[in-house]
């Protein structure tokens, strides 16, 4: 828990949040999480986090002791003033993609390219054996291994499928903004989570 003066969580409705998120993740979440409470939690960033009515009850305490939660419930993302707006936790992905069968805005990547992606650094256009529209460039895509595992998340270098076809090997298709090697290099080297 954290001291409530830095970071203001406080609950609201789904339909407050899905039209600032991209559209095959709010159709999910009015099916699956109509009736969900969302705890939004502003400080020098805004995450979002989907809450079980009986976790809702335990937060409300939280709060009514004057302590603010660090994170509570389903990591859903973070709201951003610039671009991209939203940032979605892969998770919330890995969820989404397993249940509905369907992968959209996202690159699959071969091992040889997703060690590399591990380490911090971009896809190259090589390294991708699959590719999910919609992608427009400097939207928000996510990177999976063959095995249709969410290893991170980029921003799309190209304006659709249509155009990676176009790229040279070398090329940078999606520059990293995070992957899951974060949580075992990001302490030692200071790096942040997210690179926007």
């Not at 998120?21 to 960033?45: D, F, N």
Request: hydrophobic share 35%; with cysteine; glycine share 10%.
């Amino acid at each position: 828990m954290l001291n409530g003066a830095k970071v203001r969580c406080r609950k609201t409705a789904l339909q407050k949040i899905v039209g600032s998120l991209p559209p095959h993740i709010s159709e999910y979440l009015k099916r699956k999480y109509a009736e969900a409470t969302i705890l939004s939690c502003e400080g020098r960033l805004t995450e979002i986090f989907i809450l079980s009515e009986e976790l809702t009850k335990v937060v409300d305490k939280i709060i009514a002791q004057g302590l603010t939660p660090y994170s509570a419930g389903l990591y859903l993302g973070r709201l951003r003033k610039g671009k991209p707006s939203f940032i979605p936790s892969i998770n919330i992905l890995q969820e989404i993609y397993q249940e509905t069968g369907e992968v959209v805005n996202a690159l699959v990547v071969a091992e040889e390219g997703l060690k590399p992606f591990l380490y911090g650094g971009d896809v190259l256009r090589k390294s991708v054996v699959s590719c999910h529209q919609p992608l427009k460039k400097g939207d928000v895509v996510a990177i999976l291994g063959t095995d249709m595992r969410v290893y991170g998340l980029g921003i799309s270098k190209i304006d659709g499928c249509e155009e990676l076809e176009r790229r040279k090997d070398l090329d940078e298709v999606a520059s990293n903004l995070f992957d899951v090697g974060w949580y075992i290099r990001g302490e030692a080297r200071k790096e942040r989570k997210y690179k926007a």
